[in-house]
C-alpha cells in the first residue's frame, strides 16, 4: 500500500484553525477530506463485512469457533498493515463463567516524543450471540450491523491511519469481545489498562452504523452527548457536522448501554459512541435477519471517510481539547 505524503500547506492551515478558533480559517470538508486523502476502498469494506457476518462463523459467539475466525481474520489484517502489538500477541484474554473470550488489540504508536505517551482508542464489539432458535429456518443470528459493521469501521480505521502513519498521539484498536455478555471484554480490558496507567485521552466507539438516518442533518449521533464537548470539537476539526445529539439515546441511556461506558467509569475521560441506528431505520436487532445484504455498504464507507479528519486532529492537538463537561 502506498504510502500518503500529506499536503502540508493544508494540513498547517487546519492546525492553525484550532490553535486560533478563527471561523474564517477552516477548510470545507471536502478539502480536509481531499487534503488527507481520506478515501476508503468500499469493496474491502463490503468484503469484510461479508465474511464477519458470514454463516461460516455462525453468529460470533464468545467462545465458539466462529469468533475465533473473526479474531484471526482480524489479526492478518494487523499484522499485513504492520500495526504494533499492545500485548505479546493481537490477543487480550479473559474468562467469564467458565468461557475462554479475548479482545483483539493493535495499536500505532505516536510519533511525538511526548504526546505518544497520551492514548486515543478506537473501539467496536466483533461478538454477537450466536446460534438462535429458527425464524422460517435460519438460526444464525449473523450480527452484520450488530456489531460487524463497527469492527469493520475500527479495522478500516487501522489500516488508514497505518497509511496515513502522522499520529502524534497513539492509537489503540480494539476490538471488544463478550460485549453480549454485559459489556466483559470492555470491562476486562479497561481494568487492565487502569492498572497499566494508560494516559487515555478518549475513547471513540462504533456501534451500528450499517444503515443511514432519516432527515438527520449529521452523519452519527453521539451516546453520552451532553457530557462532553467530543461532539462539539470533533465537529469542528473535521469542517463538518458529523455527530449530533439524538434524544432517544438519552432518553434509552445508551451511553451506558455499549463498550465505551467501563472506560468512562474506570478512566473517567470522554468516552463515547457513535452510531447511525435511530430505532426507526433497521427491524433487525438481535434477529436471524441482521445480514449484511440488508446494510448500506456506501454509508458506512462514509462513515469511516468522514471520523478519519476528526480522529487525526485529535490525535495531534498540543493539548487535551476534548473534555467532559462539569
Not at 449530533?244 to 465505551?260: H, I, M, T, V
Not at 462514509?302 to 476528526?310: A, D, K, L, Q, Y
Request: charged share 25%; net charge negative.
Amino acid at each position: 500500500m502506498r504510502k500518503i505524503t500529506l499536503n502540508f500547506t493544508l494540513l498547517a492551515a487546519l492546525l492553525l484553525f484550532s490553535y486560533c478558533g478563527n471561523t474564517q480559517a477552516v477548510q470545507t470538508s471536502e478539502e480536509v477530506k481531499t487534503s488527507l486523502n481520506t478515501n476508503v476502498q468500499q469493496a474491502e469494506v463490503e468484503e469484510l463485512l461479508n465474511y464477519l457476518s458470514s454463516n461460516e462463523l455462525e453468529g460470533r459467539q464468545t467462545g465458539m469457533e466462529g469468533i475465533e475466525l473473526a479474531a484471526q481474520k482480524i489479526e492478518s489484517i494487523f499484522e499485513e498493515n504492520n500495526l504494533q502489538k499492545y500485548f505479546d500477541t493481537y490477543r487480550h484474554n479473559f474468562e467469564i463463567d467458565g468461557i475462554e473470550g479475548f479482545n483483539v488489540v493493535g495499536m500505532l504508536e505516536g510519533n511525538d516524543p511526548e504526546l505518544k505517551d497520551e492514548f486515543i482508542i478506537l473501539g467496536a464489539h466483533y461478538d454477537h450471540i450466536g446460534i438462535q432458535d429458527p425464524v422460517e429456518g435460519d438460526s444464525i443470528a449473523n450480527g452484520a450491523n450488530d456489531n460487524a459493521a463497527g469492527t469493520v469501521a475500527v479495522v478500516e480505521l487501522a489500516k488508514k491511519f497505518a497509511e496515513i502513519d502522522d499520529n502524534k498521539r497513539s492509537i489503540m484498536f480494539v476490538l471488544f469481545s463478550a460485549e453480549e455478555m454485559g459489556l466483559v471484554g470492555a470491562k476486562k480490558i479497561a481494568q487492565r489498562l487502569k492498572q497499566d496507567k494508560l494516559d487515555l485521552y478518549t475513547l471513540f466507539n462504533f456501534e451500528m452504523i450499517g444503515i443511514p438516518m432519516n432527515d438527520k442533518d449529521y452523519i452519527g449521533y453521539l451516546t453520552g452527548y451532553e457530557n462532553s464537548n467530543f461532539a462539539e470539537k470533533f465537529n469542528e476539526y473535521s469542517g463538518e457536522k458529523v455527530l449530533g445529539f439524538l434524544p432517544q439515546a438519552k432518553e434509552y441511556n445508551l451511553f451506558k448501554r455499549s463498550d465505551n461506558y467501563p472506560f468512562f467509569e474506570e478512566f473517567n475521560v470522554p468516552a463515547q459512541t457513535i452510531s447511525t441506528f435511530d430505532f426507526t431505520n433497521y427491524d433487525y436487532y438481535h434477529h436471524v435477519a441482521d445480514e449484511a445484504e440488508k446494510l448500506d455498504v456506501g454509508h458506512m464507507t462514509n462513515v469511516i471517510e468522514s471520523v478519519i479528519p476528526g480522529i487525526l486532529k485529535m490525535a495531534n492537538t498540543p493539548e487535551k481539547e476534548i473534555k467532559l463537561n462539569k
